[in-house]
């Protein structure tokens, strides 16, 4: 029926890696329905099938990281017969032992596709394919019979076929094959002490305790109390972005103390009314719309350098950076200056709930314009933000604490916080940094400045 081959799941990527399949061979699957989950450097995604029909080849397991555009998984007609699911060489043509070097799903000598055992048909010939070329001994030996050959020739393809099987078939629930990801332990390396094979928890921690092999296949040499992490999918894009965005953007980090208390006693009004039923006002929200009052009224703030120009955005598409057990994603409200109160609440707290859950989609990490960095609910004051790429300023919101505060000559109790933003200094001086902070900083001291600038 077809090959299904991983396809772009964002602009420019060029691989993802296989968390889980939820089909195995020999399953009936029905058009659209989930198959595969797949982590891109953007974030992990559920593929859904484009056929109808049924799995004859699963062709790279749960952990494997897979070129884009490579064939993943195989299906036939649900009418075909039972032993499609597993194509076998044509007994009177065996392959050579020489060329079952071939893993499965690639093309093999003369344009045939790898196959769970042997190859499939090549597609617009009947010609045979060229033998490759080994060595001649010095010796002329005599050639096998042809029964022997064909014993051989078996052997071969069985051994190979174990090898993809035992690749296909490793047995571990999900939370297992997570932890198994995050310490490293190759799990098709593990023999299962669970009820029919299948691999526990206790035996990835007694893996990774012994220096299991990484995912990488290469041995791990710990010493103890050391565990290592491989660099992949979203963490390796986040070092990488945040490395080309501090050596390539300068940054400039500016800071604002500020008593925040009628912040803190609106956010409670709010609650409380019932515009914003059923939706999580937190203070965070009064700062997503304070920064937005802030790029009205200093539109430059919202663009990015390319060197030949500035290039000022005529939206704000509001990012909020998120961590997530797989790394640090920077999803966006895409349009945030032109939403009420409500529908940003509202669209701030789809956004918190799918990062944490892990399913932020690629499409809603592009194209922000500007960022927020929630490290208050840490318990952290403030810090010094890189930039997103692509972007050219980023504001921290610090905690909120009751401090000591000078009001009206009294020294008095007040909610206090700490704002950073850092901005390029290429293109935004210090006049406009300054005056984007000073301008969040009043309406968050004083939010009926947002009813004068609205």
Not at 161 to 188: N, Y
Not at 379 to 407: C, H, K, Q, Y
């Amino acid at each position: 029926m077809g090959d299904f081959r991983l396809p772009d799941l964002g602009e420019g990527l060029t691989e993802g890696e296989i968390l889980q399949w939820f089909v195995e061979v020999g399953d009936t699957v029905t058009l659209n329905q989930p198959i595969v989950e797949v982590e891109t450097a953007k974030a992990a995604v559920e593929i859904p099938s484009p056929f109808a029909g049924v799995v004859t080849a699963i062709h790279h397991p749960a952990g494997t990281t897979v070129d884009v555009g490579s064939v993943i998984i195989s299906f036939t007609s649900a009418d075909a017969p039972a032993d499609d699911l597993v194509p076998e060489p044509a007994p009177e043509q065996p392959a050579p032992v020489e060329q079952q070097g071939a893993l499965i799903g690639e093309v093999g000598p003369g344009g045939r596709t790898a196959t769970l055992v042997g190859y499939g048909p090549r597609a617009g010939t009947a010609t045979r394919r060229p033998r490759v070329d080994v060595p001649q001994p010095s010796a002329p030996a005599a050639a096998p019979p042809p029964e022997t050959a064909a014993r051989v020739s078996a052997a071969g393809v069985g051994q190979a076929a174990a090898r993809q099987a035992a690749q296909v078939t490793v047995l571990a629930k999900p939370p297992v094959r997570k932890l198994a990801k995050e310490l490293g332990v190759e799990l098709a390396a593990l023999a299962g002490s669970g009820r029919g094979g299948v691999i526990t928890r206790e035996d990835v921690e007694a893996a990774a305790g012994e220096g299991a092999a990484y995912a990488s296949g290469l041995p791990a040499v710990l010493d103890a109390g050391e565990r290592r992490i491989p660099v992949k999918g979203v963490r390796k894009v986040m070092a990488e972005a945040m490395a080309q965005s501090a050596f390539t953007a300068p940054h400039v980090t500016e800071f604002l103390t500020l008593d925040v208390t009628p912040t803190m006693e609106l956010v409670q009004r709010l609650r409380a009314m019932p515009d914003l039923e059923g939706v999580k006002v937190t203070p965070l929200l009064l700062v997503a719309k304070a920064l937005l009052l802030a790029v009205r009224r200093n539109p430059e703030v919202n663009s990015t350098f390319t060197g030949d120009e500035i290039v000022v955005k005529d939206q704000v598409n509001l990012g909020i950076a998120a961590a997530t057990p797989r790394g640090l994603v920077v999803p966006n409200i895409k349009g945030a200056d032109r939403m009420p109160l409500p529908d940003l609440a509202r669209a701030l707290q789809d956004l918190t709930e799918t990062a944490k859950a892990g399913k932020t989609q690629p499409a809603d990490m592009q194209g922000g314009t500007i960022t927020i960095t929630n490290v208050g609910v840490f318990g952290i004051d403030t810090g010094t933000p890189i930039i997103n790429p692509g972007e050219s300023a980023i504001l921290a919101f610090g905690a909120v604490r009751p401090m000591p505060w000078v009001v009206d000559g009294q020294v008095v109790p007040r909610q206090v916080t700490t704002l950073a933003l850092s901005f390029d200094h290429r293109h935004i001086d210090g006049h406009l940094g300054s005056q984007v902070l000073a301008d969040v900083g009043r309406v968050l001291a004083d939010p009926a400045t947002a009813l004068v600038w609205s």
